[in-house]
């Protein structure tokens, strides 16, 4: 195992990058929506941030440097995971699809175990298809730019057979 850190390391560092590179294109897609739809911001993300670092939050407060670090650091963070997925072979439409999951919920996760946002099956139809759209671009383009980039050098074909 010692002799896989190493790229294990350099495919999450790499996946980060994609993953800010994600980020971009659904932070631009969001905003192109916004133009469109007159859909104001969420600050959900902000006060998550905000609640994990034990900060005092407020539901009439804006928070839009919290917001944005929340944002990039969710991109990268899950960036990173798609990078070792694509080293060890975890790739493709597949892998992106379970990637847009693990997005949405890692979200999800976070801001309702703070109290900060509420569960998703109490949104507006309209809202929370409009954040699995851009969830989904976020995973799309990470996805197709991790897997173009990283190479499946640790790809096994161990237990391929063990059921």
Known sequence: MAERWPALARAALRGAAVGLL????????????QRLTHRPDSHIPGRTLRTLFGRPTSNTVLYPVWNHAMHWLTGATLGAL?????????????????????????????ENATGAGAAPRLWPFGE????????????LVTGLVSDAVIAPELETSAGAHSH
């Open 82 to 110: 798609r990078g070792v997925w694509s080293v060890t072979g975890i790739r493709g439409p597949s892998a992106t699809a379970a990637h847009a999951v693990v997005r949405l919920a890692f979200d999800q996760t976070l």
């Open 128 to 139: 929370k298809a409009v954040d699995y759209l851009h969830k989904g671009v976020y995973s």
């Open 22 to 33: 994600g980020t971009a294109a659904m932070t631009a897609g969001e905003l192109l929506e």
